[in-house]
């Protein structure tokens, strides 16, 4: 176990959720800034934080079968990390990385990666720059409307609480993709209140199990083969997703 700790959640003196500096980063946080290349992550010369973050002391145990207060402390470890790493004025992007049975794993335990880097990669900054865009225009939050489009429509719904809806996005990239959104508008995890981390926890754990129980483990499988053609329309699967609950 890496005894260079960044954060923790622990009971009775026992951690729940770990945070430590990735062995094997894929970018490092110390060094000069320094831009070159146009790719996603040749763009700065390898600077950024990369930190690995436990899951659970279980070995394997996957978010499906998270308890909600369980995973309500790993969404609260996720939000202080991002809140921390925004204080890092060299970064402009922080991300929360989560691989279910990824044949690539570096690492067996049950984990998942929170990285910030200097640079907003480009598909995030086509997202941002488009609902500026629709902004400028309408005056309305684009998120906000689409949400109350899918709400309308209900078709591509999942499941809902007070607080957050699953839907299965009207252009869906992949078979069975979830989106998870606050029915009221809120444009910053990092600023989600305490009080929001059980429900977004229970849709979460909720969402996963429904995935599960719909396609068992063969999706990995064909994301793993990076073919993201989508043979399952979101309306079919909201469909199945929502009878699998
Ligand atoms: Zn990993
Ligand atoms: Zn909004």
Redesign the pocket.
Known sequence: MNPEEIAAVREDGAWLVRVTPDKQPLLRIEGDLERRGAGMFDKMNAIGAHELVSDTPEHARPWADFSPAHMAHLLGIYRARIADLRRDRRFRHAAV?K?HS?LW???VHA???VIATPFVSKRVEEELAGAREYYRMKERCAFCDQLAEELQVDARVIVRNPDFVVFAPFASERPYEMWIAPLRHAADFGALPDRALLPLAELMVGALGRLRATVGHELGMEWATGIFSNPVPPEEAARRLKAAG
């Open positions: 990385l691989n990824a794993s570096r690492y984990h998942s990666h």
